[in-house]
Structure formats: C-alpha cells, structure tokens
C-alpha cells in the first residue's frame, strides 16, 4: 500500500529587498530629491520619506517604495496569495506598516524592504487601518485597539472600545507627552444596526488603559497643532474651529471663532490653516483665501487671496513653511481640460512668498475639484488630484 502525498502549493510572499543604496541617510537633515523634477506616478495613498515614495503597489496586494531621484522601484514587498489586499499603510522613519483585510498585519523595514514581523489578528477582517504612533502601530480588533512594537512586532497593550462601539476604524493617532495616546475612531462602520458616530479616546501607551472618551465631529479632518493642541472641526457650531487642549485628564475645546471652513483645514509650528471662499459657499465654491491663526490665541496672523480666476488646494504646513497649489477655477465642466498650476511654498508665520515652482500642463480628470498637496518629506512634494484616485504628481525640488 503506498501513500499518496499531496502539497498544496502557497505562492510565497514576494519580497525583493533593496535595489542599490539607501537615497537618504536617517537623520540627514537636507533635501534628498533633485532640484526642479516634476513626476508622474499612479497611486492615491503615499508617504514621502528619506528619499523613498511609499504606496500600494498597482494590485493592492502589498507595498512598494520608489526612489523619488530616479523614479525606478527601491523595494517591494507583496502577498499574491491574500484575497483581500492591504487597506492601508502608515510610515515612520524606520518602518512601514500595513494592515490587510484577512486580518493580517505586518512590518517591513523601510531600509532594505525586508519584513520585520507580522500577526494574524483573529476574527479582524473586513476593511482595516492602521496608525504608528511613538514607536507603536495601532490597529483594530473587535471590541478593540491593539499596539504592537513598531520594530518587532510584540503585542503591547489592548484598549477596549465602548460597547455603543463594537468595531471602530482607527483614523490616525497621537503619542502625546506623559506616556499618552490620542486616538480618533469612527464607530460602528460594518454595523448595520448601530448608528455611526465618532470618538477620541485618550489611552495610557503602556497600559492601554482608557483615561477618557471624548465624543468628537469629522476625525478624518484632526490634525495636530502643537505638543498638546489638536485642531478639529466644531461639532457644535459649525463651520467654526475648535482647538483641543489634550493631557491625561482628558480633551478641552477652545473655540477658534473667527474661522471661516472647517473642510481644508492644516496645522503645524503654532498655525492652523483654511482655505475658504470668502463669498457664498456653493456646490462649486472656489477657495480663494488663504488665512492662517496662532494655535494660541486664535487671533489672525495673515491672509493670502489669490489672483481673479484662481483658488487654493488643501494645503500642508511642515518645516515652518506652507506648501500650496494655486490653479485656475475649476468646476464640474472642466473634465478634459488642460491647466497649469503652481506650487507656492510660504513662510508659516508671516505668509510671505518664499518659492513657486510652475506645473506643468496637466488633464484634469473626471469629476475633479483640484490639486491638493498630499505629503511633504526630503524636499520633495506630492500632489494629488482631490477628487480622483490616480495622477498622483511628485513636485520635488
């Protein structure tokens, strides 16, 4: 009687591993892009870092990085044998992170594109995101969010959600001082019987014990203003802006009244942001103004209009400067269209005009609103239609 083995062959997670040298060393501290290259790519999601353009790659089965001077693939790491994909992917300055809808969550090192660890999360499936913050990567579970080493993958704590939030999305999150992490969640998103709503909670990082909830208006819009200020929208009287005082005994609202649009807000370096129209809002509005006030006392510090004819993107605040398209009007009817647009580069604190670099002539796609400025790193800029998942630019000078 012989026996008949059978393998099932697995197709192996690809892992290519660094191409040439590293582009930038860690903590160079100076521009690592070309002066005055301007680069085509296909991807929405991205993070620019130490030379490196991190995305999805184009099956949505992994990550890859690309060296922004050549423009040619770093590394890549993939599962072709995962039905679901990566949903998304969070960077620091030493790893990637990536969290997939099977429940799978891993690290790879952005060095040399070599996976660090990975976890399978039991009963975690469905749509998934992730967040590295002071070291830790979060992400959630049911009933739960869970910390796990950035560099090795141990499993550090585990916060668990109200039960009026069964399953939540972590949108992003902050490690604040005092062994604090800030999180914004959205609640129940995969519930049909539950109503959605958002929430912050304070978590201790070495416990993962809750200090505070807080109930909290459009987390996908947070952004952090100083070392204890998060910046987010009024969910009481919109559109104004609250500024929130965060510590260990929980979150306090200072109202920043005199701003005008909660829907393009930045911050950073004592500023926050909005690009508004100062005339009356509309289906197709055109943010022609460009304000800026001090975290502290919401006062004022400049304002900037563009030229008739033209509007701002979203813009970004990183190294004490602003970093912002100006781009003729653009409405429903200018798919097809070609335009050129500049990047504006601002001092943060005075908005005087340091650098403009001209665009060059560019398609607007289907149902695009504009040119936002997605990331910042290394002297290199990404740019982004707001409206359509492709034609991603690198600005990089």
Known sequence: MSHLWVHRHQPRDVVTGAHGPFPAALGAGAPVA???????????????????YVRQTDSLSGVTAVNVRTGKEYWRYERPDSETGVDTFDVSERTVVAAFGDGRFIGVDLRTGKPLWHVDIQHAKGYRTTALAGGQALTEAPGAVRAFAERDGRSLWTAKTPKSCPDGLVITAYALPGHLSVVPLVCNVMSLDRDEYNLLLGIDNRTGKVLWRQHIAAPRLMVRGGEHTLV??????????????????????????AADAWD????????VLSAIDPGDRSEEDHDTLLRAYGTRDGHL???????????????EIADGRVYVVRQPFLTGKDT?????????????????????????????????RGLDVR?????????????DEGGVLIAAD
Not at 264 to 271: C, M, N, R
Not at 303 to 309: E, I, M, N
Not at 344 to 359: A, K, P, W
């Open 336 to 368: 097809g269209r070609r335009i050129r647009a500049d990047l504006l580069v601002l001092d943060s604190g005075t908005g005087r005009l340091l650098h403009t670099l001209r665009l060059p002539a560019m398609t607007v796609p289907d149902e695009s």
């Open 375 to 387: 990331d910042i790193g290394d002297g290199a800029v990404s740019i982004g239609w707001r409206d």
């Open 232 to 257: 987010i929208p009024d969910p009481d009287h919109p559109p104004a802006i609250q500024l929130l005082d965060v510590n260990r005994q929980g979150a306090t609202a200072r109202s920043l009244t």
């Open 264 to 271: 393009a807000v930045a911050a950073g370096g004592g500023i």
């Open 34 to 52: 070309p002066e005055r290259v301007v680069r085509r790519t296909s991807g929405f999601d991205e993070a620019l870092v130490h030379g490196l």
């Open 301 to 315: 510090a400049w304002q900037l209009r563009t030229p008739t004819g033209q509007e701002y993107g979203f813009p």
